[in-house]
């Protein structure tokens, strides 16, 4: 089977995400139905139960929308899902979608999941002069001016008392995320990192 780190998330007590966009697209196991994919990942993690999104990010080409850009695990019984208000934003019905399945689902362990929502920032489009800054290698995609990019504040680091959060220079936004992610990690130190250049890589 087919799939990258980010396209997982898992609780640590037996609950799996996942994105049916990701995990379902032709160019990771087209010869695999969801069931067995399911099952894959059960036997592989360890895990009991699976939460399929329809849906990652808007914009995350790249990775056919990877979970980790969309929603993640806080802690067992509680996730993050990014999130805009702005019902013209392509992201609106994504979101919408993701919140109404994770609502009306429960963890492995029965437990109603609670929603934070995470806002993403933007929307960030490439600039002429972003574009001309990359450079293209091999059989790499493209690229190009006004491309939207998949910016997102779920995909943040953790790591042993601190957590270190995606900054994209939507002041709003961006003190916004930092904001959350202190209440829900009160234990952790909440490091800004500027990583919009990374968007392009």
């Known amino acids: ?18 994105t049916e966009e990701c995990l379902l697209n032709k160019n990771r196991n087209p010869n695999m139905t969801k069931e067995q994919i399911e099952d ?7 895990v009991q139960k699976v939460i399929w999104l329809p849906y990652g990010l808007y914009g995350d080409d790249d990775t056919n929308g990877h979970i ?29 979608e993701a919140e109404s399945i994770l609502s009306n689902t429960s963890d492995a362990n029965g437990r109603r999941l609670e929603i934070i929502k995470l ?40 790591s042993t008392g601190g957590i270190i959060t995606p ?15 202190s209440q829900v990690f009160p234990n952790h130190e909440v490091r800004k990192y500027f990583c919009l250049i990374y968007q392009y890589l």
């Open 1 to 18: 089977m087919i799939l990258e780190g980010g396209s997982i998330h898992v609780d640590g007590e037996g609950t799996c995400l996942t």
């Open 40 to 46: 894959q990942l059960k036997a592989y993690l360890g």
């Open 68 to 96: 980790d850009n969309m929603c993640c695990f806080a802690r067992p019984g509680v996730v993050l899902l990014s999130w805009t208000d702005d019902e013209k934003d392509p992201q609106f019905i994504r979101s919408m």
């Open 119 to 158: 806002h993403v920032p933007g929307p960030l489009y490439m600039t002429d002069e972003e574009a001309a800054g990359v450079v293209q290698d091999c059989n790499a995609k493209p690229r190009l001016p006004g491309t939207r990019l998949a910016a997102s504040y779920v995909n943040f680091y953790i």
């Open 167 to 181: 900054q994209f220079g939507d002041q709003k936004w961006d003190d916004e995320a930092v904001r959350v992610l």
